[in-house]
Nanobody, 125 residues
Framework: QVQLVESGGGLVQAGGSLRVSCAAS????????MGWFRQHPGKEREFVAV????????YYADSVKGRFTISRDNAKNTVYLQMNSLKPEDTAVYYC??????????????????WGQGTQVTVSS
């Protein structure tokens, strides 16, 4: 089992950048595929990005491709989401999640095993 804690959310102007982090507790962090998701007010949670256990493979939602970058530091048990060229429509609660299945199997899916509590990202126009 793994516990996930997101941080780094906040308020940023449109066009700006923000990096959110997700720290995982316990060992064997490098056994988990890690994903980022977001949920807009009144809408269902949606996939944003996923990174494989080694960090070699990454998948992105079309809405963030070219603007967001997912990365991980297995030595620090942390996964990051660097968000550039932010738009007001990126405003959402951002969640990280972990799963044992490989990235190419669970990319774009929502049924990850473990979830963090979320961090709010607000982009003002």
């Amino acid at each position: 089992q793994v516990q996930l804690v997101e941080s780094g959310g906040g308020l940023v102007q449109a066009g700006g950048s923000l990096r959110v982090s997700c720290a995982a507790s316990g060992r064997a962090f490098n056994r988990y595929t890690m994903g980022w998701f977001r949920q807009h007010p009144g809408k269902e949670r949606e996939f944003v990005a996923v990174i494989s256990r080694s960090g070699a493979s990454k998948y992105y939602a079309d809405s963030v491709k070219g603007r967001f970058t997912i990365s991980r530091d297995n030595a620090k048990n942390t996964v990051y989401l660097q968000m550039n060229s932010l738009k007001p429509e990126d405003t959402a609660v951002y969640y990280c999640a972990a799963d044992y299945r490989p990235a190419d199997v669970i990319a774009y899916r929502l049924d990850y095993a473990y979830w963090g509590q979320g961090t709010q990202v607000t982009v003002s126009s």
